[in-house]
């Protein structure tokens, strides 16, 4: 009589090595407990526990007046605004069920480029093998890395796809799988697949050890075709929503949205490990109203928080550093450019000037969300580049629904529409300096503070350098004839970092006076590296201006701007 062999032990042979729940999680825990920093020397790794940090997850859709508000919102009514948000929700109640007594069975966490995604899959691997999390729901977590996957060439079986998370010499076995619905799996990064997208026409299979073209492998557990019962938890960036629903039964959403104002707290903390510079760092960041409002990203927490470190073992002066707004967000872009962006230089260069274009017409016709005829009219298709910075929405409106996107922050469009202006002509730099002009248009002054601060010397490097794209510094002359003494333009002075620049901008003045002025601690940062490039021969008046002192940091003095006196004589 003929002897049927099950596909799995025709495929692994007599000789697997099997592995008990117990050593599995141990190996998990091995695995996942540590993480690398991004600039991390060999040898160097970070406690994943001792770094992460809680982020806000809601599971409640916008409304488009709501998005709007987020998208404008500063400093800290932006902080406010995010801990206030309703249907907040956690990790670890995703899979409990819903108002129909329904666990679901999958989950989709969206969230923006940067904003914690992967972090807090790897944290639920962590957590799950630490006995922490998930522990009567699941036997086995498996994560699924999809940027690995478009490596992947060779036909491969389920069991395949999970090789990773098993010790070396260890394969899946068939006990493992037939009990699927004590089974997560973590699929993180659904947006960065490549041909696994074009999912339309793939024939499905159900059998875990069978061998199939990656694509059809992971559709079939998308669909539930393959491991029915089995729970998912799928990370991506939104502009993959269409995607996702047309291969996804009955998804529940739930949505990164960063850091509240005291999470950004507990991050600093966390980060430096030492309370006195932890909260100098942290003071000194809470003054500058751009810095303090895209610390929700924790992308851009990291930046901040390694650049400040830096600069305290340098034992240098956090207000007189050359790290400014700008410089924060030139390293955000060129970090998310860097881990995400493989085309060659000259289409990168293409997609980054229509990425551009859109935020400067957006700018100029006061639009933060754009449609689907905004993106073509710019030649923009959703590419890797593009997800990387738009974020998309989707509204209720009468009878249907209605997509349209937007970047992260306005504070994000506006530093997109200065390096259109920086890396066109001298005319259209003129042109928007212009609009700006005499009546100092309250919606382009971060974008005009933007342009003082890229034709920094050390920004236009990292420009031609990182981001291949070259603008001459010529037009620096040009910007001063727009201004007059007055503060917005110390706050554009101290954004360039250029005290040659500075000192020539100054000398136009004799005399400086400022009255009736409220003054915040990065106002007296700004004026300060002003008064500091001056000549002995002018005059500075402050006449009933007073000045705001942020809160005592523990270590007393340290960490404060460069201190003024409220009425200063002249000089």
Known sequence: MLEVVPLWLEYYGEDVMEVTPKKYREHILEEYQVIEDRNARLGEYVSLDKRYTKLLIVKEHWQREEKEHEIITRGRKHAELMAHQTSLTTVSVLFDPDRNRESPRTVVLLGAAGIGKTMTARKIMLDWAAGKLYQKKFDYVFYINCRKINLVTAQQSMADL?????????????????????????????????????????????????????????????????????????????????????????P????????????????????????????????????????????????????????????????????????????????FLTSLLTDHFTDSVQQSKTTLWKLCSLAADGILERKILFEEGDLKKHNLSLSTIHTLFLNKSIFQKDTECESVYSFIHLSFQEFFATMKKSLSSKKDVNSLLKIYGPSKNNYLMLTVRFLFGLLNKERLNDMEKKLHCKTSSAIKLDLLKWFEAELELFHCLYESQEEEFAKSAMDNFQEIRLEHIRLSTMDEIALSFCVKNCCSKQSLYLCNCTVVLPPPSSGGEEGRGPTMHPHLPPS
């Open 162 to 250: 999970l090789l990773n998370n098993f010790p070396d010499g260890v394969r899946p076995t068939k006990e493992i799988f037939e009990k699927p619905e004590k089974l997560l799996f973590i699929i993180d990064g659904f947006d960065e697949l490549n041909s696994v997208l074009s999912m339309e026409e793939v024939s499905l299979w159900s059998d875990p050890f069978e061998k199939k073209p990656v694509k059809t492998v992971l559709c079939s557990l998308l669909r539930k075709e393959v491991l029915q019962k089995s729970f998912l938890l799928i990370t991506s960036r939104p502009t993959a929503l269409e995607k996702l629903k047309q291969n996804l039964k009955f």
């Open 252 to 331: 529940c959403y739930a949505e990164i949205r960063g850091f509240s104002g005291d999470d950004r707290k507990e991050y600093f903390h966390k980060f430096f490990g030492d309370e006195k510079k932890a909260t100098q760092a942290f003071n000194f960041v809470k003054e500058n109203e751009m810095l303090f409002t895209m610390c929700f990203v924790p992308i851009v927490c990291w930046i901040i928080c390694t650049v400040m470190k830096q600069q305290m073992e340098r034992k240098e002066d956090l207000a007189q550093t050359s790290k400014t707004t700008t410089s924060v967000y030139l390293l």
